[in-house]
Every structure is written in structure tokens, then in C-alpha cells.
């Protein structure tokens, strides 16, 4: 009979172990050498522990121990870890029963190698945990998708309402540059109307201008015919003037000699202005004469004091001063005579009867420089810039006689010879001209 069990034993495709109360095997069949890897002559009379993971045995022996663990477990199909001679971890589905004898009691269990069932059921969980994973990434693809697609949309809306501030800019800017263009057009059209309005106008002033040219160069015809036609008989009633003064018993003269003066005086005032009128013509025509001589200035300043003091004032004194080694220079006499005596006259004119005039004359290598200073009226602050203009008049000299030609002549002189004139002046207290001019000692004598 044993033998028919122990054969029956061996049919079976699971491993049975047999173990008593304390977990030492008393029986197993020749399964378990294809399932863990013992044969039952090696794991017989040891513990079932040498079976399984070392946690587990534990248990197993606790389980043993334990009155309602080891119930629960009595009759129930449970997956452990079973260990394999060779030492690799095998899932076993193991069947706990038990049986009594001689109130012993023992506990059978069968053993399947569960390994591949528990991997297919593995396979399945996992299958299911990665629908489950497929799933839920599906989801969040979609989720993700509907996030991107209204990121997009948020996006486009966004270009689209930029496009459409650009745009309106645009429009805004086209429509400015359109107003300018306009405005520009407009601008230009009145640019041209005034051009031409110019053109006409400058027209105009070339017209004037040239009849004005006429009547200048008619004018100065007319000065320079009179000038000449006066010098003739005013040179004649200066000349019989003083023949008159010199064939007059004393007796009459004493008489006569005051108005014979005054005849002589005012013939050599028009003389003077005939003169000048004759230079201011002389300069506009560029004819002005620049021939350059050798002169003595010392003698010719005397001379124009001369000619000067004979319609000097009462008692009014010239003194005169130099500080030049060599008197002998080159210049134009004309010119030189024509600057000092207007500006001796203007000294004799603006001052007073007892007055001093003092002239000064020095030079360096090149240059003369000459000073007429008076005690006179002097030239009023805000008027002294005009000094030097054509026909200028100083307020306080509107009652001593004169035309304002004399300065504006001895400036175009000194420019002529290569010199200059400045002023100082107080009013009320005097005034001093400081003129100089070249001394042309390089131009050959003529
Ligand atoms: P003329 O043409 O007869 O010389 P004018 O003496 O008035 O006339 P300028 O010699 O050109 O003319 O002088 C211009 C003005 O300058 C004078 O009218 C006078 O107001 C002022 N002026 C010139 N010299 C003196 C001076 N020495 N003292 C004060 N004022 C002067
Ligand atoms: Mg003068």
C-alpha cells in the first residue's frame, strides 16, 4: 500500500512537502527537484525554511505557531517565495492543508511553480497599469493639445490685434505723411508764387538801381562841370578881393576890411566844399589820384596849419610837436594835404575862440602816425559810430556850418594810402583823430 502512495506521490506534477509541527519535513516527493531544485533526500529532516526566502520562513514558523494565522491560511491558494538550490528566488502557489496522528498533527503542502502564471498575470496587470498610464498620457495629450491649441489661438488673436494696431498706425501715418505732402505742395506752390514775386521785385530794384546809376553818374557829371566852372570865378573874386584890400587908402580899409574878409572867407568855404564834392566824385568813379611823391610831412603839415589859421578862431592856438628823425617820405601830397586840413578845420570849426589845438607827428620804420586834438564840443556818446558816414552831423554841431562830407573823405583818403583814422572824444571836453598811413619809401620816385 505504501508503495501504491508513494507512487501515486510521484504522478502528481506538484511538489508535496510534508513538515510536522516545528517545520521539519518528513516527506516530499521528487517534484520538488524539478520545481526547487532539491531532491527529497536532501531537504528530508530539515527545516522547510531551506525552501524559502529567509522573511518568509520566518513567517512560516510563526504561522505554524499561531492558532488563527495558520487557520487562515489552512485551504487557501497563496503565492510565496520559494528559494532554489541554486540560490535564484521561484513564486510558488502554495496550498496549506493538514492532518492528524496520533495527536500529532501535520501540515502537506502542494507546490506549483508559479512563475509563469504570476508573470501572464503580471503581464496582464501591467498591461492594464499601462492602459491605465496610456490612458491617463492620452488625456494629458489632449489636455495638452487643447492648452496649446488655445495658447494658439490666444496667440493669433494677439498677432491679429497687433496687425491690426500696426495697420491703424500705418493708416494714421500715410494719412499725416498725406497732410504734409500736401501742406509740403502747398508750401512749395507759395515758395514759387514769392520766388517769382522776388524775381519781379529784383526786377524792379535792377531798374531803379541802374536809373538811379544814371542819375548819379548825371549827378556827379553836373558836380564835377560845376565844380570846375566854379573854381574860375571864385579863384578871380579871391584874387580881386585881395587886390581890393590891398589898393584901399587906409582910411576906407579900416572901414571896408572887416566885409573883405568875409568875402575872402566864404569864397574859400565854397572852395572847400567844391573840393570835396569834386573828391566825392572822384571815389565813386575809382579816379582818385594815387601817384606817390617825395614830400617833406613836416613842411606840409605847417602849411596846411597855415592855410588853416587864416579862418582860425580868435586867439586860437596851433601847437604843433614831431618826433620824426628824417622828415623826407613818400606819399600822395594832395591826399595828405586834403586829411590834415579837414581835420584841422574841424578842430578850428568845433572849438572854441582862445582854444589850443595840438598836433603830433612820429613814425616807426613804415608807418606815420599823426594826432589832431582840440578843447572843442566834443562828439555826443551815441552818435559816435555815424562819425565816418556820408553827410553825418552830430546834434551839437546842427548850428556851426558844414556838409559831413570832410571825415567820410578823410577816411577814403587814408584807406587810399594804405592807413587808418580812429577817435577819441568827450563831450564838452575836446576831441582827438589819430590817424596813420604808409610811408611808400619802396615805390620809385616819379
Ligand atoms: P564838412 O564837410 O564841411 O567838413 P562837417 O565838418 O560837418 O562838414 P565832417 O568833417 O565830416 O563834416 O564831420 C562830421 C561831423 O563830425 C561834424 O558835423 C561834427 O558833428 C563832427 N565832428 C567832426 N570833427 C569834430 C571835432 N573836432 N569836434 C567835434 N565834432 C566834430
Ligand atoms: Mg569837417
Known sequence: MLKEISLFLESINDAIIVIDQKGIIIQCNKMLE?????TPEEVIGKNIGVLMENEMSANHNTYLNSDDKHIRVLGKERVILGVHKDGTNVRLLINLSQFEDHEQTYYTGILRNFTNEVNNSDAAERNKELEEELRKKDLQIEQTISDLYS??????KAEEQELRDKNKKLESAIKELNENKTKLEHEIFEKKIAEDRLLIIQDEIKAALEKEKELNDLKSKFISIASHEFRT???????????IGRYLPPDVLVKTEKHINRIISSVRNLTQILEDFLSLTKFDEGKINTQMQELNIIDLIKVCIEEVNVFSKKDQ???FKNNIENPIIVSNIQSLKNVFINLLSNAVKYSFEGSKIYIHIYNDDETLYASVRDEGIGI????????FQRFFRADNAINIQGTGLGLFIVKKYLESLNGSINFESEEGKGTQFNISFKNEIEVPVT
Open 233 to 243: 570865378p571864385l579863384t578871380t573874386i579871391l584874387s580881386s578881393t585881395n587886390l
Open 34 to 38: 524539478n520545481i526547487l531544485g532539491y
Open 317 to 319: 592856438e596851433f601847437i
Open 380 to 387: 555826443p556818446k551815441n552818435q559816435k559810430e555815424y562819425l
Open 151 to 156: 495658447l494658439y489661438l490666444n496667440a493669433k
